[in-house]
């Protein structure tokens, strides 16, 4: 069942088409003396999970970068340092599929798990052992990335957005805070903006399940930026990573992206 439409009124169709299985919900009425049926509670994460059985190339490392804003930037700067360090690295999300200067265009933040999963695979299958991966609300509630093993989960903030289709802000969080409540290895590592109260909650969220949390943020954070001084073509940043001070020059001249 879709959020308009319920896709098992075309499962004749499906059949007709050559679908030899069909995976429906429960409450599905459909019965045929050939083809198996196969009921589930959860039909988007039985999905998920055949496909993961069905693709079973899985990378060392999959970071999952959730939040309102900032994830297409994050993706996009963890790629890049991964590039600097000869790290061999990919991307899936806004700007498509992106691996070896090549870019594969993509219609969703988070792609469908059948599309997700075997692009994941035929990527380690080329040798990529570390990937970044846009987790959007609509993705995770949908059970997209599910199955994937998944070892790191950042959260970046939250503001309102999406509530046409999660209708309450409180929705629309629990959305995202099912990548971690859910979603990340019982082992892997959340890596949470503790300037957002959204992130509290998250933080404190991770440290009840005993799951390693790294914060970073202005206030009070392992990763702390102190200061910004804005040059004419740089900015200088003083910051200390758990209380050892740092200072270092970037070309990046906002501090939400600093």
Known sequence: ????????RFIKEAIEKGAIA????????FSHEEIPIIKSTNTRHLLSEISSKFYKLKPKNIIAITGTNGKTSIAFYLKSIWKAANISSASIGT????YQNKKIPLNLTTPDPITLHK???ELKS???KNIALEASSHGIEQNRIDSLRINRAVFSNLSRDHLDYHGTLDSYFNAKKRLFSEILEINGLAIVNNDCKYGRIIESFCKRKKIKVFTYG?????WKIHKVIFCNSYSKVYISVFEKAYTFKCRLLACYQI
């Open 1 to 8: 069942r879709g959020f308009k439409s319920n896709g098992e």
């Open 22 to 29: 069909i995976v429906c919900s429960k409450h599905c009425s």
């Open 95 to 98: 700007l498509g599929i992106m």
């Open 119 to 121: 692009s994941i695979d």
């Open 126 to 128: 080329k040798g990529i």
């Open 218 to 222: 202005a206030k009070k954070a392992d």
